[in-house]
Each structure stands twice: as structure tokens, then as C-alpha cells.
């Protein structure tokens, strides 16, 4: 990676010093204002870690939800200081404030080895307009900020892209977490120059927000697999009847254009399961792609389907998979998705590098049972497909390259 990371940090020089992590505990909460998921949270423990046992004071920032830059008391980090408190076996102190007299006290206070979080940075409208005075105010009395925040470094707001650059400008480092250098190395680096065969698998909702992913790795891949409700409008594309299927019909030129180009590479399925709607109790059908009937609904992919796909991840070498072939969150159109799961999981046991993204996919790799097995789930959505797309992340550009002394 061509950035610094905490692992070229001299650590020992960190005892006793105010050390600003940006983490990404944008965790879902349960009914009752809990920690609903911490996978948020035990993602940056190994970076928590490290500062702590170097004696850091840990100072962290971190977004949650969208407040829209006013407080909105049920968006507090409250229960993420808890929630990581337990996970740590420490007291993490929380200060209700996120700059002030009261952050500056709670920051004062913190000792060798103490983390501090503070309060939710969406509660003032200077984070997403990434103020450089605000930014300036977050960084104040840190030389060193260490960003673990893969899942917003999509984002050039105060607390991700604002605050490295205040601190550098006054001489401090600003450097990668260990979550962040390893989203990197597997969404960038691995991918930069996958091992052969490379397999793309793409589903979900929509084209749309992926069609530059589609646009950039197209060139790159040896196939690329469509399923989900994507592939509907793929099918559309091949004069198909869809039915009522969800499908994106103002992206059908843009499918056309991706066939036209993509050649053989581009794979979809042969068949499809249909049903009249997509619920939990829907009685479903298999049928051919070219068999879908006028008031047909498509909810997942066919059992040829999957076991053409699976085929296609036994022979690669590298496999890179965003969004469920369908309605894995309904029983009746589960089984693609966790079929291509299981067979996603058999290639990494199998020594290939098998990388996933996307928060839905990422669930449907859970509910199959096979995530403990995958080379690597990406934390981030729209980071991870920024990054797939070519793009550059803000909060990544902002940190000190390798090659600069720090
Ligand atoms: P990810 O979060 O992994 O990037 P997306 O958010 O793009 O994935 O898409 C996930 C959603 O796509 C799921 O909620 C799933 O139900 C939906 N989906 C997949 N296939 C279909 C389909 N055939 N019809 C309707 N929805 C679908
Ligand atoms: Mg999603």
C-alpha cells in the first residue's frame, strides 16, 4: 500500500501522547438503544489495541447514522462506549460533547493506555461540510491521527479528511489503521493484479449504483457473473420477458452496452424462480429465462443457475462477489445465494482468494454459515465500491505516503 500505516509508527513514542483515531461504529442499534451488531466495533479492536498497549491516550471520533448536523439524542454514541467498554474489558469514557470545553476536559483527563470517545460528529453540520476551522478544533493537542474508518473514507468530511490534513499541516503524521490497511490490500492491492482465473460476482438491487464497477472491472476480468435483481434488467437487455420483476428499465442500453463489450465473460442465469409476489409464504417456480410469464415476479436464480455460477467459482483463483442473486431474506428465493455462499466458501478452502463487499451480502454470507471460511468480508458498501469503481478514497488520499519521512 502506498500509504503510511500504524505499523510504521515508532510506538514507543506514542507513551502518554493524544493519539486521534477516526473508527467507523456507524453500528446498527437495537429497539432498546443498544449495540444491535458490534461488528463495527471488534473490526477496530486491533487498532485500539496496539495504541493502547504503546500507551497512547486514544481519542476517538466516529460518526453514527445520519443526524443531519443537529443532535439527535437517539444517535449518541452512548452505547457504543459501552458496548466497546465490554468488548475491551476497560472503561472507554464518553464525553457527550465532540468539541468544547467538555471534550477538551475529557481529553485532559484521559491517561496513558485510556481510550475517550466522543460524541457522534453528524451532530454538527461542520463535519459533512468539512470545516477546515472545525477540523482544525477536532485535531487540537494530536500530532498523530490514525484513520480505521474504511467504511467512510468515501467521505471528505471534518473527522476523516479534514483533521489529517490539520494535523500534517502542523507537522503531525497522519497514518492507516490496521482495518483500513487491510480493506486496502485485499479491495486494492489483491485486486490490482488478481491471480487468474478472476471471477466477478454481482448482484443485488440495482445496476445503477454499480455500474461503474461494472465499467471498471470488466476489462480486468475473466468472467463476470450477474444474478440478482441486476441480471433482470440484463435479461431485458436480451429482449426477454421479465413480468413484474423489479428491474431498472432506464439501465437497459447501459446492459446492452456491457453485453456488447463484455463478450462471453459475461455470465447470467438460464433460469429463474418466479412467483406471483416476493413474500415469506410465496409459492414458487423454476422456469427457463425465456419462460417468464407477464404477471411472473423473478426473486432469485435457478438451480442451473447456481450450478453453472458455482462451477465458474471452482475453477478461479481470485473471486470478488457483491449482492445476493435474490430475496435471500425470504426463505422461497434463498437458496441461489446460499448456494453461490457455499461455493464461495469451498473455493477459499480451497486456497483461492475468495473477497466479498456489501453489507447484504456480507449477512447473506453469515446466514449461510460460511463467513468464518472467506478470505476477506469488506466492512465498507460504498467505500469497497468507490474503490472496485477506481476511485480514490478522500480519507486514504489525505494520509502520509510511504514514501514521505515522517
Ligand atoms: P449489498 O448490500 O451486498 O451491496 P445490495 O444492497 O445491492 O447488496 O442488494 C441487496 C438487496 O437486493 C437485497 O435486499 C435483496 O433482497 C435484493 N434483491 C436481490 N435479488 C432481487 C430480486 N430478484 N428482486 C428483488 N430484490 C432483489
Ligand atoms: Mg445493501
Redesign the pocket.
Known sequence: MGKQTIEDLDLPTLEGRVVLVRADFNAPLDEQGRVADDTRLTSTLPTLEVLISAGARVVVLSHLGRPGGRVEPALSLAPVAEQLSSLMNATVEFCRETVGREADEARSNLEAGEVLLLENTRFHPEETANDPQWAARLAEGAYVFVNDAFGTAHRAHASTEGVARAIRSRGGVAVAGLLMALELRFLSDALADPQRPFVVVL????IS??IDVIDALLPRVDRLII??????TFLMALGLEVGD??VEKDRVAVAREVLEKGGDKVLLPVDVVVATD?KETSVTCTVPRESVRPDD????IGSESSALFSQELASAETVLW????????MPP?ARGTLEVARSAAAAADAGKMVIL??????A?AESAGVAARLTHISTG?GAA?ELLAGGELPGVVALNDRTEVS
Open positions: 448482484g443485488g438491487a440495482k449504483g454499480k444474478g440478482g435483481a441486476m441480471a433482470n420483476s423489479l416476493i415476479r423473478i426473486g432469485d457483491n449482492g445476493p442473486m435474490g430475496v435471500f431474506e428465493f463487499c456489501g453489507g447484504d451480502t456480507a447473506a458498501g465500491l
